[in-house]
């Protein structure tokens, strides 16, 4: 059965950094194309980036450019999301979600259970 | 950018009803369109890939269908577990959208 076990959750003060982290077990980090998607209180989902299989490489969405930075240790089969500079509009709830590459176009078969980061001074 | 436009954003029926959503993108995007549930402090579950291909586990009620601009997710016969936000998403192209989401509410 795959899980992603994600951190728990974090506050942290304007200007500071967050990393988050996602366990994977079922399967190896290398199997799965791993993506970051992040919702606000009261608003819809948000892509921040991940991996693109066409590519083989990590492409982040342009708004996160120079702010986020997505890492995997395929070692341990654990992915990281680590946002700096952070800001009241940061405030959100993180999941990492796992494209498994089994059936049909890009889809998120395999999610975190979401981290919750409250940046607040 | 590809715009995804869910609608309704919210919707109320009764347990029973058939419940249409529907999203549009702002540009061809094939049948690259996945729907997902979203229930408060919970995952997302997948619900819907590929337009129309129903993800394993989840229940036959649930539907879709659409190719290219225009898309609809359809749960036929709704149940009280079903109350939840519902969105679409486009994996087309970078980046990545999703819609704005539709909540469903049980009369």
């Known amino acids: 059965q795959v899980q992603l076990v994600q951190s728990g959750a974090e506050v942290k003060k304007p200007g500071a950094s967050v990393k988050v982290s996602c366990k994977v077990s079922?399967?190896?980090?290398?199997?799965?194309?791993m993506n970051w998607v992040r919702q606000a209180p009261g608003k819809g989902l948000e892509w921040m980036g991940g991996?693109?299989?066409?590519?083989?490489?990590?492409i982040y969405a342009q708004k996160f450019t120079g702010r986020v930075t997505m890492t995997e240790d395929t070692s341990t089969d654990t992915a990281y999301m680590e946002l700096s500079s952070l800001r009241s509009e940061d405030t959100a709830v993180y999941y990492c979600?796992?494209?498994?590459?089994?059936?049909?176009?890009?889809?998120?078969?395999?999610w975190g259970q979401g981290t919750l980061v409250i940046v607040s001074s | 950018d590809i715009q995804m436009t869910q609608s309704p954003s919210s919707l109320s029926a009764s347990v029973g009803d058939r419940v249409t959503i529907t999203c549009r993108a702002s540009q061809t995007i094939s049948n690259s369109l996945n729907w997902y549930q979203l229930k408060p402090r919970t995952a997302p579950n997948l619900l819907i890939f590929a337009a129309s291909d129903l993800h394993n586990g989840v229940p036959s009620r649930f539907s879709g269908s659409g190719s290219g601009t225009d898309f609809t997710l359809t749960i036929s016969g709704l149940q009280p577990e079903d109350s939840a936000t519902y969105y679409c998403q486009q994996t087309y192209s970078i980046p990545i959208t999703f819609g704005g989401g539709t909540k469903v509410e049980i009369k």
């Open positions: 079922g399967y190896t980090l290398e199997e799965l194309s």
């Open positions: 979600a796992a494209d498994s590459g089994v059936q049909g176009p890009p889809n998120y078969d395999y």
């Open positions: 991996f693109d299989p066409t590519h083989g490489e990590i």
